[in-house]
DNA sequence: TACCTAGTTTATCAGATGATAAATAAAACC
DNA sequence: GGTTTTATTTATCATCTGATAAACTAGGTA
C-alpha cells in the first residue's frame, strides 16, 4: 500500500494567505479556550498540521494572535436587538427577559467564549472589563429601569449599584450555568430554557414582593 | 549612607524549616491567585526574597507546590455548621439561607481564594470536580429538600437536577458577586449582606408563587 | 574557639519556547 | 515550458524556565 498517508511525504497543501490566516485564528480560538494563553505555538500550530513558523507570518506575535482571538470573541457579541426587546412594554417583562437570556444566552454561553472570556478577565485585560460596562450600561441599566415600572415604583433617581447588583445575581446565576458546564463540566440539565425561565419568573415575582424594601 | 539596606550585603535571615515552608506556602497561595499557575518559580522565589532553588528544598517539584496551594485553598471549607444552619426548621427558611450565604461568602468569597478556584477548575483539576460535587450534595440538595417544604410540596423522590439548577441560579448569582469583585474588578456595592439577602428573599418568595409548575 | 548541622546561595544544566532567516516548492503568470 | 511569485518548511537563535549539585554560612553545641 505505498499509496497510504503515512508512506507519502505530505502534499503539502497550499491556502490563500485569507484562508489560512482564517483558519490559524479558527483553531487559535478553539486552543487557547482549551489550555488558555500560555498553551504554547508549536502545539498550535501542530493542531493547524503545519510549521509553527508559519504563524508567524500571519501574526507577528503571539500577543498580537491572542488579541485577534479576543477581537473574535468580543466584538460584535452585544446584538441590538435585546435592548428593543427588553424595552417592548407590550409585552410582559417576563416574556421579554425570558426572550433576551434565551437569546444572549445562545450567542454566549458557548464553550469557546465562556472559556476565552474567563481566562481573559483573569489576565486583568481591559478589554474584559470594557466589555462589563457595556453590559451593565446597555443591558441591565435598562432592566433596572423595566424592573421599576413592573414593581409599580415611579422613581426618578438614576439607577443605584444596589439596583445593578440585585439584577447582577439573576444574571451572573444564569452566566453560572455556564460556568458550570463549560468550565467545571459538572452535570447541568440539557434544558436551559427551562432553568431560566423559572429562575427569571421566581425573581421577578419575588421581587415585586419585596419590591418596598428595595 | 553605607549603613543604606542597598549599600549592605543583604544579612541573610535563617529561618527553620517549618516556618520557611510556611511562608513559601502563604506567598505561593497570593502569588498563583495573582498570576496563574504558569507563573515562574523565579518570580515566586523574588517575592519571598528568597534564591529561585531554595523552594526546592522545600516542595520538590513546582507541581508538588501548586498541589500544597490547592490543599489549603480547598480543603476544610465546608463547615459543618452550614448543614445545621440549614436543616434547622425552628427558624424561617429566609433567616437561615441568609446566615448561611452571610458565613459561606465569608469563607470563600476571598481573593485568594476565589481565584485559585477558577484558575484550577480552567485547569481541570480533579479536586475542582470533587469540590463541585461536594456542594452539590452536603449543600444544595438540604437546601431543595428545605425549598419543597418551605414551598408546600411533600415529594419523596430525589431531588432532581432541575430544582438543583434552579437553586444552583442562586449560589451561583451570589458567587458571581464575587467574581465580578475579585476577577473581573467591576464596579460592586460594598454592602455584600444587603444584595445577598434581597436576592435570597426574592428567590424564596418567587419560588413560593411559581412552585407549582416546578 | 572549634566544630557541626542545616538553611541558603551560586553556578549551571537541559529542555522548552517565542521568534528569525534562509531554503524549498506549489501555484500563477507569460 | 520557463520564469516569477509567494506559501511553506527547515534550521537555528536567544532567552526563559524548571530543576540539580556543589559551595557557603548562620547559628547552635561541646
Redesign the pocket.
Known amino acids: 500500500m505505498s499509496t497510504k498517508e503515512s508512506d507519502v511525504?505530505?502534499?503539502?497543501?497550499?491556502?490563500?494567505?485569507e484562508n489560512?490566516e482564517q483558519k490559524i485564528l479558527e483553531e487559535a480560538i478553539k486552543f487557547f479556550a482549551e489550555k488558555g494563553f500560555?498553551?504554547?505555538?508549536?502545539?498550535l500550530?501542530s493542531r493547524l498540521?503545519?510549521?509553527?513558523?508559519?504563524l508567524?507570518?500571519y501574526f507577528?506575535?503571539?500577543?498580537?494572535?491572542i488579541e485577534n482571538v479576543f477581537e473574535e470573541v468580543y466584538m460584535n457579541r452585544v446584538n441590538p436587538e435585546w435592548l428593543t426587546t427588553i424595552k417592548n412594554r407590550e409585552r410582559s417583562l417576563e416574556d421579554r427577559l425570558i426572550e433576551f437570556y434565551r437569546s444572549y444566552a445562545e450567542a454566549t454561553y458557548r464553550y469557546e467564549w465562556i472559556r476565552v472570556y474567563m481566562f481573559s478577565a483573569l489576565m486583568g485585560e481591559e478589554l474584559n472589563r470594557r466589555y462589563i460596562n457595556l453590559v451593565e450600561k446597555e443591558l441591565l441599566t435598562p432592566i433596572c429601569l423595566e424592573l421599576r415600572a413592573y414593581c409599580g415604583l415611579t422613581r426618578d433617581e438614576p439607577v443605584s449599584q444596589a439596583e445593578l447588583d440585585h439584577i447582577w445575581v439573576l444574571h451572573g446565576g444564569l452566566f453560572y450555568y455556564a460556568i458550570r458546564k463549560h468550565i467545571y463540566h459538572g452535570p447541568v440539565s440539557e434544558d436551559f430554557s427551562t432553568v431560566m425561565s423559572s429562575a427569571v419568573t421566581a425573581m421577578l415575582r419575588g421581587t415585586k414582593v419585596i419590591s418596598g424594601k428595595l
Not at 511525504?9 to 494567505?17: E, G
Not at 498540521?49 to 508559519?54: H, K, M, T
Open positions: 511525504k505530505a502534499p503539502r497543501k497550499r491556502l490563500s494567505a489560512r500560555s498553551g504554547q505555538t508549536r502545539e500550530a498540521g503545519i510549521s509553527q513558523p508559519l508567524y507570518r507577528p506575535t503571539k500577543r498580537d494572535l
